[in-house]
């Protein structure tokens, strides 16, 4: 356990200026940016801690949004997706502006909306190298990509496996009006596909489905 600094105490909880929020260590945070059209940023708190002056400063542990790791937004990647980096730092508790949410990747494809304060993790990632934990996740459809949970994706009825309509050669209205569906690997040359009505539900075993895509909230 890290040990306070002379002169320094800490603190259980810190309310955000101007509002009566509360934030706790382990709350996940949205900070503000140095450059005001860039978004802000998405910290865990790690540490709260206070000067003799009342100060407070906040140590965080920082999220990283795709597109500021090394590898860049890939296709897969959600809208709301964040990487927990290996990157502390400490800042100043002024520059929370709001609390926000960051679920693990199963609680976030349960949820029916999501709202501007919901985010979503499913690995690790260490800032210097570019590695990620868990270096393999599940992969779907022909494209063999990991599940986006923005994207629409049907269900095959007998190997279970997902599919993007694209890979399909199909559009996502054709998708959304198809009986249940058999993949090419699955189904007699003379049948590609059967007549039961599909239901719309997030990836899971069970009937023929889609896997509609995250509402997102404004």
């Known amino acids: 356990m890290a040990k306070t600094r002379p002169g320094k105490r800490d603190l259980e909880t810190y309310t955000i200026k101007r509002t009566n929020k509360v934030v706790r260590v382990g709350d996940s945070v949205l900070m503000r940016s140095s450059e005001n059209e860039k978004a802000p940023y998405v910290a865990r708190v790690e540490t709260i801690e ?92 022909k494209c063999e990509m990991p599940y986006n949970p923005d994207d629409l994706m049907v269900q095959c009825e007998a190997c279970k496996d997902w599919y993007h309509p694209a890979c399909l050669n199909m559009t996502i209205d054709q998708a959304k009006v198809l009986d249940s569906f058999t993949c090419s690997d699955c189904s007699p040359m003379d049948d590609k596909t059967s007549h039961n009505k599909t239901s719309a539900s997030a990836p899971a075993n069970g009937k023929v489905r889609l896997a509609e895509p995250k509402r997102q909230k404004r």
């Open 50 to 141: 206070a000067d003799v002056k009342g100060n407070v400063k906040v140590r965080v542990r920082w999220y990283y949004r795709p597109e500021e790791s090394i590898g860049g937004r890939r296709q897969f990647h959600g809208i709301k997706e964040l990487f927990l980096s290996d990157h502390f730092d400490t800042q100043s508790g002024h520059t929370i502006e709001e609390k926000c949410i960051v679920h693990t990747f199963k609680n976030y494809t349960k949820l029916e909306d999501v709202g501007p304060e919901d985010y979503f993790c499913r690995f690790e990632y260490k800032a210097a190298t570019g590695g990620f934990t868990p270096d393999r996740v599940a992969v779907y459809c």
